[in-house]
């Protein structure tokens, strides 16, 4: 079925380090792909979205592209801050339901 | 302002108890989900709904019921609670006709079965 994947369950990073979280996808479509927030004691939250049309997303500083011909969604930002640890999940729809990684914990020091 | 709402917040429950979380939403959407989540697991999807009178199963239906009365409520039913229950959970209302892919989250329940 139709599942992402996201091996890295915690990074540690210091501020102003450069983030890069992998997801990878399968499925027989090209779905929409999403990357959420999570913030301590808060529900998720939608950060950015890619489709198909636009091969690329941009929110808050933070980018992801679709490769199509490796199948991955990676999620990036050039420098990184304390505020922005958080749980990362990617996620992709499908008949109206998403379906997430199992999240990747970033902890930025500083 | 999109909003979901949850209740309660913090649940204690006994096993074999009944145990219903409710959820309501303002942003008029047809999608309504319960998630819940552990460590180590994500997110992972308990029922979800397209509409009021509407329930349909996700991953991981069993031991779980869903209620979907109104546009804007859905509730998640344990007959009968578990230990292995003990989680939180989140409830969702999403829209994804014409491109708009919005689906937005509740502040979560945590629950703990005894």
């Known amino acids: 079925g139709d599942s992402v994947t996201q091996k890295q369950g915690q990074v540690t990073l210091s501020e102003d380090d450069f983030l890069f979280i992998n997801c990878t996808y399968s499925t027989t479509t090209y779905p929409t792909l999403f990357w959420y927030v999570q913030y301590p004691g808060q529900g998720p939250q939608l950060l950015l979205k890619?489709?198909?049309?636009?091969n690329k997303g941009i929110s808050r500083g933070f980018e992801a592209t679709y490769d199509k011909g490796t199948t991955s969604f990676h999620l990036q930002k050039a420098s990184v801050q304390e505020s922005d640890s958080a749980v990362y999940f990617c996620a992709l729809v499908k008949y109206n339901v998403l379906y997430f990684g199992s999240g990747t914990k970033l902890t930025v020091e500083p | 302002e999109a909003a979901v709402t949850q209740s309660p917040r913090n649940k204690v429950a006994v096993t074999g108890g009944k145990v219903t979380l409710s959820c309501n939403q303002t942003n008029n959407h047809n999608n309504m989900y319960w998630y819940r989540q552990d460590t180590g697991h994500g997110l992972r999807l308990i029922h979800y709904s397209y509409g009021a009178g509407s329930t349909e199963k996700g991953d991981i239906p069993d031991g779980y019921k869903a209620s979907r009365p109104s546009q804007e409520n859905f509730s998640l039913i344990l007959e009968l609670a578990t230990p292995s229950q003990t989680s939180v959970y989140f409830c969702a209302s999403g829209d994804w006709d014409w491109g708009r892919d919005t689906q937005y989250f509740g502040p979560g329940t945590r629950l703990l079965v005894l």
């Open positions: 890619v489709t198909t049309a636009n």
